[in-house]
């Protein structure tokens, strides 16, 4: 099905199902523990063999020699496996150094031998016995040091650098104006689930079931690492216990895994230890953003810069923290440039909303000071400097654009009108008390997604995509709309997600799964609505698919009957045209916080939220929510605790484990409270939808620190906001 016109009137808009609040239907394999995750394939693999990964132990350099002896005559050792004895192994396309490295180092932690034994212990034993010897280079692990070395590189969906007008001349000229740095630090995904896989070969086919948010790119890139044809290769995910990004890709379980069953002639499972993701895996680059704003006294913005500095492996990409600037306020002279300096840290790439999260945590801060500069309210200068066109292409309008209701109807529900006008003005027993507001915003992304869709005899859907849910409810929006195309209840839909033998999905990353995913749903339902009123002899047009029939005129049959014994299959796409280019397609929202610090240590403890959120129809109220306060929850992460401390001598991370890098529990959230507006999008997709998973944690981190501010007074530009930065610099305690 291509989709190149704007939606109209269909079967979804009955909003029978779709629309609802709906329980996940996965929620009871989880809470039961019975849900198949990669690790745990008992059923598919009995009696597999171990494998641990031995890193490298320096960050630059190469190795000299490898000593296996005391490792091959360790107790149950089946193989070990290094890159000298691996036979040709290529590079992925979405990998940036190998994940198997030797003789030369590109990073701390890569991975240079897997010791494959009996058991879980006596490979990890093994491992530790194999002596490595090295030949250190100097590395470059300092991104302030290395900045201005950084070259332009384009990022997912952009240039590096865009230009509008005259900038240096409008922005000299301004009568008010910011000019500020700001910097924040490398962050981990830090998921529950660790990276894990279990292979098995049979002949020269390989299956492996692992934890991958991305079933068909990480098929391809892993038969084009073993150079093996790619329908040689089965994955199998089904269930994902999180990943925020860093399973986006082909990583070094799956590949290890891979090559360790091949060489023990067996089944092997493997997990990455926790500072083996923190250091082999990828993280969020850390960013120095620079803002300059220029306006008029009445605070219409004349003049907006946005530049931004990361760092990667050499041939990695930016952190593109600039992007949302580009489309987010009116200004008539604008520019921004995204540079990379190449740093010899693990790889960084892409963390839930890459560069939306971390580009908002400066450019809302920046906003709110200048609001401060011209005696505005921060909600009020916002407003002044929406667009609802493209403000580098004017004559491109966006497709939906509420923001200023978001930021008005959060000022309403908040109480807004409360918050102090002058900062430090609030205190409740030893907290100074401030309020925070920050805007949201995502791109709303477009790819081909595809379905099969089944009609038994019995009258059950099932539906099969290479669709993954990695916790945020593929299974469920799915089901809701094979339920609603189909006219059934939702008991009478299965789905199957996850596996490479499936239609190929858009996959979950970048907010696009659930609008695109569900699209291909809808795609192979018209279909099979088509081949069911064709076998009945209806005309299609007229037919009513509900509660279970098939309705034309005063004619109604069952659905199973339709089916007949051999039942009916529908196999399509959604295709997309060009609307997305006539149109800006982007979701919006608005971060309202509360936060205390208290007066004597400077402790910040966040007392509420409220996210506003405008992102296209919602196709399940209950699990959208859900996705919105978990990002909510990590955008406090972001702004108060998150940083992975980099050792700046040796180039690694050094809290690379759940204990040392601090992410919020249960005591840090308060009451989270989120509001969806009416809004469909007859320009994205026949489901009318987008997607809000990364939406909800854009802007938190800004809303934090202006909430800070706005409780102390105090300014701080270098996250996380924690409380050395504040103490002392606090008023004295009276």
């Known amino acids: 099905m291509r989709f190149d016109t704007p939606a109209t009137t269909n079967p979804i808009d ?29 059923d ?35 193989a070990i496996v290094t890159a000298e004895t691996a036979g040709a192994l290529a590079k992925g396309r979405f990998n940036v150094a190998r994940l198997l490295g030797g003789p030369e180092i590109e990073h701390y932690h890569q991975a240079i031998a897997v010791v494959v034994a009996q058991t879980f212990e006596q490979a990890r034993a093994a491992a530790a016995l194999v002596r490595v010897t090295y030949e250190p280079a100097e590395g ?3 991104l302030a040091a290395e900045k201005d070395a950084g070259k332009p590189v384009a990022g997912f969906g952009g240039p590096a650098d865009t230009k509008v007008g005259d900038f240096a001349g409008a922005f000299a000229a301004a009568p008010v104006q910011l000019d500020a740095t700001y910097a924040t630090p490398d962050q981990a ?10 292979a098995a070969w049979d002949g020269d086919r390989l299956t492996l079931w692992t934890s991958n948010q991305m ?7 892993l038969a084009r690492t073993l150079g093996i044809a790619k329908d040689k290769v089965r994955l199998v995910s089904p269930f994902i216990g999180g990943g925020f990004g860093s399973k986006l890709f082909l990583r070094a379980d799956a590949l290890l895994a891979a090559i360790g069953a091949r060489a023990a002639g067996r089944p092997v499972k493997l997990a990455l230890t926790r500072p083996f993701i923190f250091n082999n895996t990828t993280h969020r680059p850390a960013t120095i953003q620079r803002v300059r704003i220029g306006a008029t006294p009445d605070g219409r913005i004349t003049a907006l810069a946005h530049e931004s500095w990361s760092g990667n492996l050499p041939g990695g990409g930016p952190e593109a923290a600039v992007f949302q600037t580009r489309l987010l306020y009116a200004a008539a002279n604008r520019l921004t440039a995204t540079r990379v300096a190449e740093l010899d840290l693990p790889e960084g790439n892409a963390m839930r909303a890459p560069g939306e999260a971390p580009g908002l945590m400066a450019l809302e801060i920046a906003m709110d000071e200048m609001a401060e500069k011209l005696g505005l309210d921060p909600i009020e200068f916002r407003i002044r400097n929406d667009t609802q066109v493209d403000p580098e292409d004017p004559g491109r309008p966006f497709s939906q654009r509420q923001l200023v209701e978001c930021l008005r109807t959060g000022a309403e529900r908040f109480g807004w009108s409360r918050r102090a006008t002058r900062p430090g003005g609030i205190r409740d027993g030893r907290w100074l008390v401030g309020m925070g507001v920050a805007v949201a915003f995502r791109n709303n992304l477009l790819t081909r997604s595809a379905a099969r869709v089944r009609l038994d005899g019995a009258g059950m859907i099932t539906v099969e995509t290479d669709m993954t849910d990695i916790g945020t409810g593929s299974y469920t929006i799915i089901a809701q709309t094979a339920a609603e195309m189909m006219g059934v209840p939702l008991h009478k839909v299965a789905v199957r997600l996850g596996d490479s033998s499936f239609p190929v999905s858009a996959g979950s ?16 339902c018209v279909k099979l609505r088509e081949a069911v009123a064709q076998t009945l002899g209806f005309n299609s047009a007229d037919a009513v698919f509900a509660d279970g029939e098939v309705r034309a005129g005063n004619r109604s049959v069952p659905l199973a ?9 529908a196999e399509d796409a959604i295709e997309y045209g060009d609307l997305g280019k006539k149109y800006q397609q982007s979701t919006f929202g608005a971060h309202f916080v509360e936060a205390g610090v208290d007066v004597a240590t400077g402790e910040i403890r966040v007392r509420r939220m409220l996210a506003v959120c405008a992102a296209g129809r919602i196709l399940n109220p209950k699990s959208a929510r859900s996705q919105v306060i978990g990002a909510m929850t990590m955008g406090v992460g972001a702004a108060l605790m998150e940083e992975l401390a980099v050792d700046r001598r040796a180039g690694f991370f050094v809290n690379h484990d759940l204990a040392g890098y601090e992410v919020p529990v249960h005591a840090d959230i308060p009451h989270q409270e989120v509001v969806f507006l009416d809004e469909t999008d007859p320009m994205s ?36 906001v924690t409380l050395d930065k504040l103490i002392d610099r606090l008023p004295a305690v009276g």
């Open 14 to 42: 009955q909003l029978k199902i779709i629309g609802k609040p709906t329980d996940r239907i996965d929620g009871p394999l989880k809470t039961t523990g019975t849900a198949p995750y990669a690790y745990e394939r008992h």
């Open 44 to 78: 598919a693999v009995p009696d597999p063999a171990y494998g641990a990964v031995v890193g490298a132990a320096i960050a630059k350099g190469r190795i000299a020699a490898i000593d296996l002896a005391d490792a091959k005559a360790a107790p149950g050792v089946l």
């Open 140 to 142: 470059r692990f300092d």
């Open 189 to 198: 995904h830090a998921m529950m689930e660790p990276h894990a896989s279990t």
């Open 215 to 221: 079933i068909d790119w990480n098929t391809g890139d």
């Open 509 to 524: 990353g970048g907010q696009w799964g659930a609008n695109n995913a569900t699209s291909g749903v809808y795609a192979a």
């Open 561 to 569: 009957e339709a089916a007949g014994e051999a039942g009916l299959v």
């Open 685 to 720: 997709s026949p489901m009318k939808a987008k997607g809000v998973g990364e939406l909800g944690i854009c802007g938190v981190g800004a809303a934090v620190a202006n909430a800070v501010h706005n409780a102390t007074g105090l300014r701080v530009r270098d996250y996380p």
